[in-house]
Structure formats: structure tokens, C-alpha cells
């Protein structure tokens, strides 16, 4: 019998890491189309890639939400003092730091944090980048009380380390984006002065912008946002390239001019108001418009309880979108009417946000069973629900183009139902029904509108809309309280 011989493992032949082969210039351009996290994670590689990434010219993004108490803000400004001083790069395509910015107790402290902030700004302009974004106020629902603020044309200057330097950058400069900072008029003329290849504009938040002016001097631009400065009274926009407005404030003269290219709109704030019931100041100025939203706060929409005797004609509109925040019980059907102004209208997208009733500061839930209060609540429901059936009779018409209702935060309510309900019967060529269910944005209603109740409203909700759906229709279900896709 033969000895057994030693059994001899094969051995796999692993392919060779050819990228090492290549230079470091060619590996530092490959890193540069990563992300700014993606291109540091490869520092752990090896010991010739530890410090490739410093010399990368991709964008630089420092995002954190969390930052509420000064504690947080600054580890979050030293961590991005620790990489702007890393960085290496000649160049960089994006920088954009957002966080929420609290006001620090000690003076020293909220001197330092200036500090910080003025050298991103020189770090961004040095760098020659084509986007900065520096946001303060990136916290939902809160308005950061930031006191950084950029004045003067002369700070910019004394920041960026002379005009010949800033004027370089400003050049190549293709989006500027300012929230949570005090600007002025002045600055954000010289921008736009100095600014050739500017597209995109958004200042929010700066309760120091008191007049705004946005002419023709930047031929490039194409997207202005101005949302929430509030101390903002009169606002000029005329710029012939200008395709994207955002406004979401107070009333203000003269918003919008000159604007020939001006396709899609954002209103919000009180400022809805007299878009929606002061139409014909604006019509001649919407009448390109193929996309239009509308933010319609609480109270905007007590407001709105009689159909205007005109509005825009928005003949080329294909796409509107409604975020309405009601009072529970109110009726949603007086916002058809801006339907039938656009007679082309082909999508509808309707966000709902749904406060709970209040009487003299006392919630819906606290006035049952004590006399009087009930009757004022019983009464105030009744008037709504006439109002909403004189709205439906009044708009009672055919549509011919609106193909897909998309509505998001349904509840199953009364208000939310009859819409839906009354939009199947005037898209005589609608070809989907989409309904999202959103338990997020609603907790204020449980105490009188329970879960269990929403979603027993829900179901029902969604049989009976089936039930009136056409036969060349269908109906999408999205979220909490649908048993399944209909």
C-alpha cells in the first residue's frame, strides 16, 4: 500500500491592486468626485493614501441639527477649524457649512465663534469655490438667534483679505446661500454686481435685509429665494433670466416686475394671502408659470373663506402644489378655484398640516360638556361646513387635464374627505388618486381625534372614494392607517 502524500492546498492567486500604480495627481482626481466623507475614509488604506485626501478639491460639507446648546456648537466649529486647516487643495468645487447656531452667554466665546465664521468665508474664497452655502439655522421649526451678521461691504473685504482676492472668487461664484445671517442690502447688491456667472440666490432668516433690489446685473440668474426676514418692506425683482422665484414672508411693494422667463413660483407667509385674493396684481407676471406652490399658513387660511371675483389665468400651468395648514373642522374646498384657472393643469400635490380647534385660547378637547363653550364649538363647526358646501356648488366645473391627486397628511377628517371627494368629481380624465396618511405632523390631534379613530376614519375614507372613482382610474395608498394598497 503507498504512503499517503501531504495534500497541497491551491493557493489563490490574487489579482494585483493595480490602482497603486497609478500617480498620485491621478489617485488625488479620482478622490476629487467623492464626497468630502467618502474621499477621508480612505486615509485608513494604507500609509500613501493617509494624506491624499487633504489635497482633494472635492466639496466640503459640514452638516450637524443637533447643535442646541453651545456646548454642541462648539465641538461642531472646531471640528471644521481642524479640517480647513488639514485642507491642502488650491481649489474647491462646494463649501457649505449648516448648523444651528445658539447665542453664547459669554462675550469672549460668541467672539470667538465670529472668528471661526469669518475664516470659513476666507477659507471658501481663497479656495475659489463656485457654491457656498453658510446656514445658521438649520433646526426645524426654530428660527436661530444668531447675531453674525456681515453689515457692510467693508467687512466682506477686511474678512476675504482685499478686493483684488474677493473680487477673484466672486467671479467664478455660481450660488451664494445666507441663512440665519444678518445681511443688508448693500452686500447682497455687491454680489450681484460683482457676480457675472451667478444662478442661484437664497437669503432666509435675516431680520436685517430691510430693502432688496435684484436687477439685471447678474445676466445668469435663475433662482432667487427670500424667506423670512422678517423686517423686509419693499422688494424689487427684475431680472429678464430669472426662470425660479421663492418669496415666503410679509406683504411687500413690487415684488415682481420685470421677470418674461419666470417659470416657477414659491409664495408662503402672509404674503399668500394677496397673491391668492389680490390677483390681478400679478397676473401679467404669471402668465408663463408652469409650476406654482403655495404655503398656506393657519392664518392665511381663516382668511381665505370667499372665492376672489378674479384671479390669474394660468394658462400654461401643469404643476401646482398646496401646503395648507387648517384649523380642524375647516373646510379645504374654497382652494379648487385655483384649479379651474389653470385650464392645463395635469398633477396636484396637496400637503395637509391639521391644528386643533381652539375658543379663546381653550382647545376643542377641554370645551365638551361645559354648555356654552360646546355651543360656540358646534356653532363654528356649522359655519365652516356651510361655507365648504358653498365652495363646492361654486365650483362646479369639468377638467379635462388634471391626471394625477396626490394628497399627503390625510387624516380621514370631514374637511379632507370632502375635498378629495369633490376633486373626483370634476377630473373628469384622472388617472390616479394618490392618498399618504402622516402621523408625524399630527400629535396635537390626539387628545380629540384619536389614532384608533383616524384610522377606522381612514379605511372608510378610502372605500368610499373607491367607490367613486372611475373605471379608468386607481387609487394608491401610502402610510399608517391603511390595512393595505388599495
Known amino acids: 500500500m503507498e504512503p ?18 497609478l500617480s498620485d495627481d491621478m489617485l488625488i482626481a479620482i478622490l476629487s468626485r467623492l464626497n468630502f466623507h467618502e474621499a477621508a475614509r480612505t486615509s485608513i488604506l494604507s500609509q500613501r493614501w493617509r494624506y491624499l485626501w487633504k489635497h482633494t478639491s472635492c466639496s466640503l460639507e459640514f452638516y450637524n441639527n443637533k447643535t442646541y446648546t453651545t456646548r454642541r456648537a462648539e465641538r461642531f466649529i472646531t471640528s471644521v477649524n481642524q479640517v480647513l486647516k488639514l485642507h491642502q487643495a488650491a481649489s474647491v ?18 467672539h470667538k465663534r465670529d472668528r471661526s465664521i469669518d475664516a470659513w468665508i476666507r477659507f471658501a474664497i481663497g479656495k475659489q469655490v463656485k457654491v457656498f452655502e453658510l446656514d445658521l439655522a438649520t433646526k426645524p421649526r426654530l428660527v436661530s438667534p444668531t447675531t453674525y451678521s456681515i453689515p457692510h461691504v467693508k467687512k466682506l473685504l477686511s474678512i476675504s483679505g482685499g478686493q483684488l482676492k474677493l473680487l477673484t472668487t466672486l467671479r467664478t461664484l455660481k450660488s451664494v446661500r445666507f441663512v440665519g445671517v444678518k445681511i443688508t442690502q448693500q452686500v447682497v447688491h455687491y454680489l450681484l454686481s460683482n457676480c457675472p456667472l451667478l444662478e442661484q440666490l437664497c437669503i432666509s432668516a435675516s431680520n436685517s435685509l430691510k430693502k432688496l433690489v435684484v436687477s439685471g446685473s447678474s445676466p445668469k440668474l435663475r433662482s432667487v429665494e427670500i424667506s423670512r426676514c422678517e423686517n423686509l418692506m419693499s422688494m424689487e425683482v427684475r431680472a429678464p433670466s430669472l426662470v425660479s422665484l421663492t418669496y415666503i414672508g410679509c406683504f411687500v411693494q413690487e415684488l415682481f416686475e420685470e421677470v418674461p ?15 391668492i385674493m389680490k390677483a390681478p396684481m400679478y397676473s401679467s407676471n404669471c402668465s408663463n408659470l408652469k409650476r406654482l406652490k403655495l ?4 392664518e392665511v387660511s381663516s382668511l381665505c373663506k370667499v372665492i376672489p371675483d378674479e384671479f390669474h389665468q394660468l394658462c400654461h400651468l401643469k404643476k401646482l402644489e398646496l401646503d395648507i395648514t387648517i384649523t380642524f373642522g375647516d373646510g379645504l374646498c374654497f382652494f379648487i378655484f385655483l384649479i379651474k384657472c389653470a385650464p392645463h393643469l395635469s398633477r396636484l400635490t396637496i400637503r395637509l398640516s391639521f391644528l386643533p380647534f381652539f375658543i379663546g385660547g381653550i382647545k376643542r378637547h377641554a370645551v365638551r360638556g361645559y354648555g356654552i363653550l360646546n355651543d360656540l364649538f358646534e356653532e363654528d363647526m356649522a359655519k365652516a361646513r356651510a361655507a365648504d358646501r358653498i365652495a363646492q356648488e361654486a365650483m362646479t366645473f ?8 396626490k394628497l399627503v397628511g390625510f ?3 370631514p374637511s379632507d374627505y370632502e375635498l378629495a371627494l369633490h ?11 394618490i392618498l399618504c396618511s402622516d402621523y408625524a405632523d399630527f400629535d396635537d390631534l390626539n387628545e380629540f381625534w384619536p389614532r384608533s379613530t383616524r384610522k377606522k376614519a381612514i379605511r372608510e375614507c378610502a372605500d368610499q372614494l ?7 382610474a386607481e387609487l394608491l395608498t401610502y402610510g399608517p392607517g391603511f390595512s393595505k394598497r388599495i
Open 4 to 21: 499517503l502524500r501531504p495534500c497541497i492546498k491551491r493557493q489563490k492567486k490574487h489579482p494585483k491592486c493595480r490602482i497603486n500604480n
Open 93 to 110: 468645487e462646494q463649501f457649505k457649512v449648516c448648523f444651528f447656531c445658539p447665542v453664547f452667554s459669554v462675550a469672549e466665546e460668541q
Open 261 to 275: 422667463s419666470l417659470s416657477e413660483l414659491t409664495i408662503g407667509g402672509f404674503y399668500a394671502y394677496y397673491f
Open 295 to 298: 404655503e398656506v399658513s393657519s
Open 398 to 405: 369639468c377638467h379635462k387635464c388634471l391626471k394625477v391627486v
Open 411 to 413: 387624516i380621514g377628517s
Open 423 to 433: 376633486l373626483l368629481r370634476i377630473a373628469g380624465s384622472l388617472k390616479r388618486l
Open 466 to 472: 373607491k367607490a367613486n372613482l372611475s373605471p379608468r
